[in-house]
């Protein structure tokens, strides 16, 4: 297969780590309780494969030298590069929030920046704060990064219900991010399922799509959307379990009118939503590009992570898609959301 070389290959699902903001947090008690609930929800295994993982990648992680090294063996030209989201802390107060989320922003801007040809940053906002998420979207903005990354929900402040992505204390920061053209990446960290996936890294390989599922669910029946028709969100992980049981969400919405809040019916969204390719089969990949339609998936590889790929465009070959989609993929689409051309 032919790849014009005028369209640059561009991975949206990358990761780093940043010390500084865990440095930031060391020694708060909330970080030991949020340590102490992390455990309770992968379970002992998972927690002894982890460790060992993560520093086996730091180099990759942190290092831009490496991380381009990386990038190359792979036939990426491009990453956009989040933090981990382990770096959410969304159990902190007010002011730490704010300062973890201006660390993450302004680091993540500095690794950028030593190649800022090939390497396209998001911040963070403390999601459970809704208050402070339109200035330090801006925030964001203002140190060159593309947009933020959010999880699908997050505790309230001061024992308040979760927020939710479709609570009406975040409506300032969508109307921000639509007026902004701010990506908003939507990678879920942790999932409300707790002890009941502890065993065989099911926290990850269910409760990602599970949490992705909801979280989009969220954004669609609420009508946030139709509210927003302009907001550029990605979905991480392909959208998890959503976009290839969709048939379900769109009976219930012509079946049942407590479901009735969007205008529309919920697959018809779907196309107003991004979504990466990661999705760990090409029969599944090529359900998403059907259901979806091509302009709306991106490469992704959830670089360095294991639960990721190291060859993103070998995974995005084998789903066999025809030429002009397969391009449209590997980086056509997102050199279109980047402005890049």
């Known amino acids: 297969m032919t790849e014009p070389l005028s369209t640059p290959t561009i991975d949206v699902h990358a990761h780093l780590l940043l010390p500084e903001v865990e440095e930031a947090v060391a020694g708060h008690p909330g970080l030991a309780e949020a340590r102490n609930l992390d455990a309770l929800r992968n379970g002992p295994a998972a927690l002894a494969v982890n460790g060992p993982m993560v520093g086996e990648r730091m180099p990759r992680l942190m290092d831009v030298a490496v991380r381009l090294a990386a990038m190359a063996a792979a036939g990426v030209d491009m990453q956009v590069v989040s933090p981990s989201p382990g770096h959410y802390h969304y ?116 409760g990602q799509p599970t949490e992705n599922a909801v979280a989009l669910s969220h954004l669609i029946f609420s009508g946030l959307l139709d509210r927003h028709p302009g907001l550029k969100l990605i979905a991480a992980h392909g959208g998890g379990y959503l976009p290839t049981h969709i048939g379900r969400s769109d009976h219930a919405w012509r079946t049942r009118p407590d479901t009735r809040g969007c205008a529309r019916e919920p697959s018809s969204y779907l196309k107003q939503l991004y979504f990466d390719s990661l999705v760990h089969d090409p029969h599944v990949l090529r359900e998403l590009v059907r259901t979806v339609g091509a302009d709306r998936v991106l490469l992704g590889s959830d670089f360095p992570f294991d639960m990721g790929t190291d060859d993103p465009l070998g995974a995005l070959r084998a789903a066999g898609l025809p030429d002009t989609d397969f391009d449209a993929v590997r980086g056509g689409n997102t050199t279109a959301l980047l402005n890049l051309a």
């Open 91 to 206: 159990w902190a107060e007010h002011q730490l929030a704010e300062r973890v989320c201006r660390l993450a922003n302004e680091g993540t801007a500095a690794h950028c920046a030593k190649a800022p040809d090939r390497l396209h940053g998001l911040g963070l906002i403390p999601l459970q704060h809704p208050d402070l998420a339109v200035a330090l979207l801006d925030h964001a903005l203002g140190q060159g990064l593309r947009g933020v990354e959010i999880s699908s929900h997050a505790p309230g402040p001061g024992g308040t219900r979760e927020v939710e992505l479709s609570d009406p204390r975040l409506a300032a920061f969508w109307a921000r991010a639509e007026e902004t053209g701010a990506l908003v990446f939507l990678h879920p960290f942790g999932c409300t399922l707790d002890e009941r996936l502890d065993q065989w890294y099911l926290s990850n390989t269910v």
